[in-house]
């Protein structure tokens, strides 16, 4: 059973160019997270889903991130333009509806980015 | 505010026993994970508690004491491959998301 997929594993690209990272999330699964993780802030949630809704994008840094989900098997984050401070592993999650006794998440492997 | 405290670094030799504590301080409760963490991979699920009490599930256990906002995730017979980084994560409302500590690597020698 395939877990989280997301690509690509690694991206460089220089400051000002556009990312786009991709994810699939678990078949049957309901929510999706996209997270971001540092090594000075740890694991930073950035926006989550709901049957491909977005319920709380509170953690979206600033105008310059965006994410999409427009089915229940797909969703894109997009940054626009990179910047440096914008390094850093993100990772796709999913899981089972929120409103069950144990929200579990499974994490794809993450997308290693540097931005030049 | 929502808050999560868990030690950075700890050590430990194969074959002992380690106690990683979190404590957590959020507008709600609805229950609390554990993560392990390789370096380089992602993390993953290792339990879960939103009652009271101990959870034990092979080599490792979790406690939780909702009153006093603390848990510790207990690990025994300690190997190489139990060093990682494991995240102490909290729901503090269902249909929410998770709230994450910022983890506490552990290193084990032999």
């Known amino acids: 059973d395939a877990g989280v997929i997301q690509s690509p594993r690694h991206e460089v690209t220089e400051m000002g160019q556009e990312v786009t990272l991709r994810c699939k999330p678990i078949?049957?699964?309901?929510?999706l997270f996209w997270y971001r993780q540092t090594m000075m802030r740890g694991l930073e949630l950035l926006i989550y889903?709901?049957?491909?809704?977005?319920?709380?994008d509170s953690g979206m840094p600033e105008d310059r991130f965006s994410a999409k989900m427009p089915n229940a098997s797909f969703s894109t984050l997009k940054i626009q333009p990179s910047e440096p401070r914008d390094s850093a592993v993100y990772f796709c999650?999913?899981?089972?509806?929120?409103?069950?006794?144990?929200?579990?998440?499974?994490f794809g492997p993450g997308t290693r980015l540097l931005v030049l | 505010g929502q808050n999560i405290d868990q030690p950075t670094e700890m050590t430990a030799t194969e074959g002992a026993i380690v106690q990683i504590n979190c404590t957590y301080q959020?507008?709600?409760?609805?229950?609390l994970f554990w993560y392990q963490q390789h370096a380089g991979e992602a993390p993953t699920f290792l339990s879960y508690?939103?009652?009271?009490g101990l959870e034990e599930k092979g080599r490792f256990s979790s406690f939780l004491s909702r009153s006093k906002g603390y848990s510790y995730l207990l690990l025994k017979e300690l190997q190489m491959k139990d060093s990682a980084s494991y995240l102490c994560?909290?729901?503090?409302?269902?249909?929410?998301?998770?709230?994450f500590g910022k983890g506490t690597t552990l290193s084990v020698s032999s």
């Open positions: 999650a999913s899981s089972l509806p929120l409103d069950s006794p144990q929200e579990t998440q499974y």
């Open positions: 078949s049957g699964h309901n929510s």
């Open positions: 889903f709901n049957n491909n809704v977005p319920i709380d």
């Open positions: 959020t507008s709600g409760f609805n229950g």
């Open positions: 508690n939103v009652l009271d």
């Open positions: 994560a909290v729901s503090n409302q269902a249909g929410t998301a998770l709230i």
